[in-house]
């Protein structure tokens, strides 16, 4: 089954769920404003092209949480929109990776430097967000401050509710999974 093929209405549904049931083992709210975040987030980055959306000057997709922040270097003379932006996905990535792909990230002993990076861009985004006056500074704070929680839930997410494969490709296992969702 091609992931193409699935809608993001299914894959959002299938990532609610997953992340309401984990939230309420671990005992978080399920309903929160960050329950729907990470749905969101989640749901956006089942698609790979959508996971590693930042490219170089040469049109090379960025698949490391270094590149980006030198990425971030280049563009913090531009607006704080755009660094928004970029800080946001860093965030996001570093959750993503380090919750999702937790064995995999720390096969590469990157697990700190994640968390670390996580913590930092949501709270640049929670910061931009206050200045701007848009936003929600409140959720992106709160990202920050409870990273390591949000990161251990996808974590815990991924080991109780995914269907484990035989693979150490992590984004196989997790394409796999979401190409089931049909079945």
Known sequence: MNIERISPATIRSYFSKLVKMSFFDLGKQQDSVEATYLTDMLTEFARTERLYKIQDS????????????????????????????????????SLFMSGIFRDYVNRGSYLRYYMDEGMKSYFVVSRIDLEMGKGDPIMFSRLSREFEFYSGALDYMRRVYFAQVNTTDPLSQFTYQISNLEH
């Open 58 to 93: 040469g049109g090379t997709k960025i698949q490391t949480i270094v590149e980006m922040l030198i990425e971030t270097q280049s563009i913090k003379d531009e607006s704080a929109e755009s660094e928004r932006e970029v800080r946001k996905y860093v965030g996001d990535f």
